[in-house]
């Protein structure tokens, strides 16, 4: 009932910058929070950048001053803008959204949802 789609993934050179989008879709009636995480190879997968329904932030230590989240509460979208890239940024970012949607006739307050994953890669 809830659909994430998302863009921007891709290659670039070590200090070089992308923007993820996220897209949520589907009969959401409030978004709690959205944010993203993300896994490389070999690795847990780990938090990034979350942003709740008041724009509290919450940016891991180890893109602090370079990635930037951010959100359009109209469009029910999330960005993450990630400049000065690293190739330890090298990962699989996934987007997530808690929200509040109806399935049938019940409104379920509370949500976690998943994005597909995008693949991003900084060669060194």
């Known amino acids: 009932q809830v659909q994430l789609v998302e863009s921007g993934g891709g290659l670039v050179q070590a200090g070089g910058s992308l923007r993820l989008s996220c897209a949520a879709s589907?009969?959401?009636?409030?978004?709690?929070?959205m944010g993203w995480y993300r896994q490389a190879p070999g690795k847990p997968r780990e938090m990034v950048a979350t942003?709740?329904?008041?724009?509290?932030?919450n940016v891991a230590d180890s893109v602090k001053g370079r990635f930037t989240i951010s959100r359009d509460n109209t469009k029910r979208e999330v960005f993450l803008q990630m400049n000065s890239l690293k190739p330890e940024d090298t990962a699989v970012y996934s987007c997530?959204?808690?929200?509040?949607?109806?399935?049938?006739?019940?409104?379920?307050?509370?949500?976690?949802?998943w994005g597909q994953g995008t693949q991003v890669t900084v060669p060194s």
């Open positions: 942003i709740t329904s008041d724009d509290n932030t």
């Open positions: 589907g009969r959401i009636f409030r978004i709690n929070a």
């Open positions: 997530y959204v808690n929200a509040g949607y109806y399935s049938g006739v019940n409104a379920i307050a509370s949500s976690l949802h």
